[in-house]
């Protein structure tokens, strides 16, 4: 399987280079050259285990790589996690929640992240190169990107977060990892101002090249693959419980990275009716779905700072299929967002693609309803994807919610909701006595290009 651009420069790489580059170098995202049609794939896969149906997703996608060599980074990727179904689905009244926080930071990124971590490792030591990490976080990417690559040879990490704007847990989790090559930043900003600190740094091809820059944000190929896996398993699981022939999926989206993975294997061929969008008062991409207008407003800080973006990286990708996989629409759409701040393309995809938003309100009687009524605990984000798959059941494609952080990584707001001092994880309370480093920097590219150059 070769990658390609979706700004059209360059020749196709393979897997494992793509991994390395994370961002193309004409500023673009890789996508594969092809998505394999798989429905005839879909019966024998569907009682295969967590690790085994990764694999035979994985090596469709990841062919440069020995399949024993695979397996192993799989297995050893998911045997960090809590459960034995890695990502196990629960029934809460007419939706099914799909667990995605089992693993050692407690979020979804980290089904992506330790097996990121692992294939860093791998690649890097057939190669005998060296890496600097350099990420942007609203909240979950960076601990879970940190504890996949901690004590790693050959890989230095550099996490900025928008100072005062992830919740103090999150902060916990980043800035109580002391390992020599982990530096956390407090940027004096947004998120937004992370991010393009990050898209700035690699799009200085002489910095990214001198300094060995490697990605593990969501523009990397390898996270949306791996997220693609649990969209399959949970289709399966919740097929065999019901009997129906399509599903549904809601999801809580901020940066686009997870629901694009959802339509990769909506494309692949897995029955998905609905791909449902759900946004907090961050709604540029719900109110994209719903208008056919991209259009920057100003970040709004919620109970759900994992979505409090407003350019979604992993939106791009999405684009160029909406472009015919046409990568010179495409470069004129994205110069037009860059110069004018607003994309009009029509309302696009309507045969998969819903959207909603759910505010503040309606997030916190969500987090109140679910507790009462069924004694599942939500935590804020996946309240918003719950609150707004309301509006889209239906009895004859079941509703998988993406549970996407366990619920004590937010307990405010959960006292918030319920009134009641509920959510803790044992992981999460030691936390609150350990030693935290950090440094409070300014959003300025200069800046944090100075730190990575220190740690060559």
Not at 15 to 21: C, V
Request: net charge negative.
């Amino acid at each position: 399987m070769k990658y390609i651009s979706t700004r059209g420069a360059g020749e196709p790489l393979e897997f494992t280079d793509t991994i390395l580059t994370g961002l193309a170098r004409d500023g673009g995202l890789f996508l594969p050259e092809r998505i394999p049609d798989v429905r005839s794939q879909l019966a024998a896969w569907s009682t295969l285990s967590y690790t085994e149906l990764a694999f035979e997703i994985m090596r469709l996608f990841a062919d440069d790589i020995p399949e024993a060599s695979l397996r192993e980074i799989i297995r050893k990727s998911y045997a960090t996690f809590r459960h034995a179904e890695v990502t196990p689905v629960v029934r809460a009244g007419d939706v099914f929640i799909l667990e995605l926080f089992h693993g050692p930071t407690l979020a979804f990124k980290d089904v992506a992240l330790q097996f990121l971590g692992n294939l860093f490792e791998y690649v890097l030591a057939q190669t005998h190169g060296r890496m600097n990490i350099v990420a942007a976080t609203s909240g979950d990417t960076g601990s879970a990107a940190i504890y996949g690559v901690r004590g790693r040879e050959r890989i230095n990490i550099f996490v900025m977060h928008p100072h005062g704007r992830v919740s103090p847990m999150q902060e916990k989790q980043m800035t109580t990892v002391l390992d020599a090559n982990v530096c956390n930043l407090a940027v004096d900003g947004t998120f937004d101002d992370c991010q393009n600190i990050v898209k700035d740094l690699f799009n200085d091809l002489a910095f990214r090249d001198a300094n060995h820059l490697g990605a593990v944000n969501s523009i990397n190929w390898a996270r949306v693959l791996a997220q693609i896996v649990y969209y399959f398993y949970a289709a399966f699981r919740v097929q065999q419980q019901t009997g129906a022939q399509q599903v549904r999926f809601a999801v809580p989206t901020g940066n686009f990275g997870d629901i694009f993975a959802g339509y990769v294997a909506y494309r692949m061929g897995l029955p998905i009716d609905k791909l449902v969008l759900a946004t907090n008062e961050n709604d540029i991409l719900s109110r994209y779905f719903n208008t056919g207008t991209y259009c920057l407003g100003d970040v709004a800080p919620t109970l759900s700072p994992s979505m409090d973006i407003q350019v979604a990286s992993n939106f791009e990708r999405y684009l160029y299929y909406l472009a015919g996989e046409n990568a010179e629409t495409l470069k004129q759409w994205m110069a037009t967002f860059k110069k004018t701040g607003k994309l009009v393309t029509g309302v696009a995809d309507a045969r998969c693609m819903a959207a909603g938003r759910g505010d503040t309100a309606m997030t916190l009687a969500t987090i109140r309803e679910y507790w009462e009524k069924h004694q599942v605990l939500l935590d804020p984000h996946t309240a918003v994807g719950v609150a707004v798959a309301q509006q889209f059941v239906s009895a004859a494609a079941p509703m998988i919610c993406l549970a996407t952080a366990h619920p004590a990584k937010f307990g405010a707001a959960i006292e918030q909701a319920t009134g009641k001092d509920l959510a803790h994880h044992p992981i999460l309370d030691a936390l609150n006595d350990l030693p935290t480093r950090v440094q409070v920097v300014p959003a300025d590219q200069a800046v944090v290009a100075a730190i990575v150059a220190q740690k060559k």
